[in-house]
Every structure is written in structure tokens, then in C-alpha cells.
């Protein structure tokens, strides 16, 4: 009799919530294959979430080689972006820099703190990315590495 009760309830309890609205779904997904970073020297951005796809490769969101451009891949459309701010560095061990595009517009805001360099000097990297366009903004925690 119980279990006939609390149906009703859960039914009740899911229409007043709502179906989830597109300000809650991520529209920054993982770049792929060919997709901005070449070689050399970059710091690359993943969700802690996750670090690795499936074929075991770095699963990047957000790419910034150190020439003044980053990559991401928005509203599923590969977006090359232009720094317009920069402050700190690695070797003070916090970086905060702006990035913008005009089609489409969008706004990425990067802050992020080394918390380690290994022996080889591959920076451990820990922050957050804020991105901004169309209406939509979304604040993203990430983890990275950076080097050359």
C-alpha cells in the first residue's frame, strides 16, 4: 500500500521541478583531432571529471599554445579565440588571461594556479573557466598541464 502511495508522489514531485532548462547543460565539449594545437609548447584544460577519452588521449576543452590564440569547441563549432588580457605567470604560479572571439561571439575567462612541475617541467595546473556568449554563460572547474 505504501509503494502505491509514494508513486503518485515522485510523479507529483518530478512535474513541479521541471525538465532540466538549457542554462544547465554545458555547451563546451572536448575538441577533437586537428583541432588548434599543433606541437611545442601549450597548457591544455580538461574537467577533472574527465581527464582521459577513451582512446586514452587528454580529453582538452580549452587549449591555450602561448601565442596569443586558445581553442575551444562551442555550441558543438570549433572556435579559435584572441587573447585580449594577460596578467601573472606560470613562475609566479598564478595566471589569470582573457580571451575573445567575434564569430561567435564569446568571452573565455581563465584563472588558473600551478600546484606542481614535475622533473620533466610539466606544470600541474588547477582553475576555473568562465565562458561567456550568446546569453549564455557557464563557469567550468579545471585541471590541466602545461609545458613545452
Known amino acids: 500500500m505504501k509503494r502505491l502511495l509514494l508513486l503518485p508522489l515522485l510523479l507529483l514531485s518530478a512535474c513541479v521541478s521541471g525538465p532540466q532548462t538549457s542554462t544547465n547543460i554545458s555547451r563546451v565539449s572536448v575538441l577533437v583531432p586537428g583541432e588548434g594545437y ?12 574527465n ?3 577513451a582512446d586514452k588521449t587528454r580529453a582538452w576543452i580549452f587549449v591555450d599554445p602561448y601565442d596569443g590564440t586558445a581553442d575551444i569547441r562551442f555550441n558543438r563549432q570549433y572556435v579559435k579565440l ?19 572571439s567575434s564569430s561567435p561571439e564569446l568571452k573565455a575567462d581563465l584563472d588558473y594556479t600551478v600546484t606542481n612541475v614535475d622533473e620533466e617541467g610539466w606544470l600541474t595546473l588547477v582553475g576555473m573557466l568562465k565562458v561567456e556568449s550568446e546569453g549564455h554563460s557557464e563557469v567550468i572547474a579545471v585541471k590541466g598541464m602545461g609545458g613545452c
Not at 82 to 100: L, M, N, P, Q, Y
Open 38 to 49: 599543433v606541437g611545442g609548447c601549450f597548457a591544455g584544460f580538461f574537467r577533472p571529471d
Open 82 to 100: 584572441s587573447v585580449a588580457s594577460s596578467s601573472g605567470s606560470e613562475d609566479e604560479k598564478r595566471v589569470r588571461k582573457t580571451f575573445i
Open 51 to 53: 581527464e582521459f577519452k
